[in-house]
């Protein structure tokens, strides 16, 4: 029961900032279908998640549409860590190819830096290695 309440709420909320803005600003019919595609291929995605995650029931509930809904925003939250750990690799990864090539073409190259490098590298890709997948972020 309280879920219902809960859903007319939000249901009620979202339907009455629609209506402010539709007050405040004519949509351009472009601007309108985009907005009907995205929200189209988000139900669809909303819509698949809640199915695989009630695969072992009878039916989809409103609990599986929530939980999809939960997982579908966790996976926008990893790729803002997704894209910091590439940029953290592709750093180490750098100063891997600068530094090694620069040791390698001296007179006498020294193995210490040289290994430094070597171990800057192996740390750049963990990171990488680290990433969930694409596949890992929804559930099936």
Not at 50 to 73: C, N, P, T, Y
């Amino acid at each position: 029961m309280a879920d219902n309440v809960n859903i007319q709420q939000e249901t009620k909320s979202a339907s009455h900032s629609a209506v402010t803005l539709s007050e405040v600003k004519d949509m351009h019919i472009q601007a309108d279908k985009l907005v009907n595609q995205i929200v189209k291929e988000f139900e669809d995605d909303l819509r698949l998640q809640a199915h695989m995650l009630a695969k072992e029931d009878d039916m989809v509930l409103s609990s599986h549409v929530k939980e999809a809904l939960s997982v579908i925003r966790r996976g926008k939250e990893r790729k803002w860590s997704h894209e910091l750990l590439i940029l953290l690799g592709g750093g180490l990864f750098g100063t891997f190819l600068a530094g090694f090539v620069t040791e390698l073409s001296t007179a006498t190259p020294r193995p210490f830096w040289i290994a430094v490098y070597v171990i800057l590298t192996g740390k750049g890709f963990v990171p990488i290695d680290t990433l969930p997948s694409a596949s890992s972020c929804m559930v099936g």
